[in-house]
């Protein structure tokens, strides 16, 4: 696999993330060597950034599409409207993702791409999330057994409520991806409760009073307007 991402937080997140999930990954940082790195070892599919310096996503993809390549091509994307889409899709990419985005979604949509372009794949040579009891998902210097339900900071165990497990988990899984309140939402309570609602922020504020020990950085973040991210700064 072939992603390129200008964002180094994405990129490094992502690479990590499909890393995990199985997957062989080159992470580069612009359309240049998107476009070298295709030409030099074809890859079985490209994750592109449509903003990129220099070249950009959909100048990779023209380019790729008038050499007959074929590759199947999924985009990441933080322009919405259907215009943007359309010359997406017109410059031959096969699927899109808009930021701010779920991994869980990308591993889906790279899933049904190479299950279109690769028909005779038996599902179970297809790439897949892991069961939460094949591994434990690791970020930030925090450790986390889904299975048993339990997370650690360091060397330190971290008492958690149910909800406050499921939001650390969801956080850890997208570590570096900014999570939007309607995403989260949707995920954890299964209904966005809409901008009004404090139960969200209620909820971090008591992830990270246990989280946070003296002398240690934060780890989840407020992106202002938008939602939340797991790094540490």
Known sequence: MLLAEDDRAIRHALERALTLEGYQVTAVA?????????????PDVLVLDVMMPGIDGLQVCRVLRAEGDRTPILMLTALVETADR????????????????????????????????????????????AAASERHLEAA??????????????????????TE????????????????????????????????????AVYVGYLRRKLDAPGAPQLIHTVRGVGYVLRED
């Open 30 to 42: 612009d359309g240049v060597e998107a476009l070298a790195n295709a030409h030099r070892t074809p």
């Open 86 to 129: 359309i010359a997406g899709l017109d410059a031959g990419a096969d699927d899109y993702v808009v930021k701010p985005f779920d991994v869980e979604e990308v591993f889906a949509r790279l899933r049904a791409l190479l299950r279109r372009t690769n028909p005779g794949l038996p599902p179970a040579e297809v790439p897949k999330p």
């Open 141 to 162: 210097g925090l450790r986390m057994d889904p299975q048993a339900r339990r997370a650690w900071r360091g060397e330190r165990e971290l008492e958690l409520t149910r």
């Open 165 to 200: 497990f499921e939001l650390l988990e969801l956080l850890v899984r997208n570590a570096g991806i900014v999570l939007d309140h309607s995403t989260i939402y949707d995920r954890i309570w299964g209904y966005d409760f809409g901008p009004g609602s404090k139960n969200l």
